[in-house]
């Protein structure tokens, strides 16, 4: 059985292959993404995830743009750096 930071990395891998392959469909398609969607696709290949805003967790939010309780995307563990 494998540790479970070797299986985690290559499904992170596996995960990023995934959602490049889907965004360059796109390109090849004709078409464009914009941020929202970006972060959806992210989100269903496991990039992102979706939290509250929550500005004491979170910090400040540079934008000006979220309020407590906002849906608001953070990496997943598969992209935070070690």
């Not at 985690?8 to 959602?19: S, T, Y």
């Not at 992102?48 to 309780?69: A, N």
């Amino acid at each position: 059985m494998m540790p479970n930071y070797l299986t985690q990395d290559i499904e992170g891998k596996q995960n990023l292959f995934h959602f490049a392959k889907e965004v360059i469909q796109v390109a090849f398609d004709g078409g464009s993404l914009d941020g929202g969607e970006i972060q959806e696709m992210a989100v269903k290949h496991g990039l992102l995830v979706e939290e509250s805003y929550d500005p004491e967790k979170h910090g400040e939010d540079r934008l000006g743009e979220f309020e407590e309780g906002d849906q608001y995307y953070v990496y997943a563990d598969v992209l935070k750096s070690s």
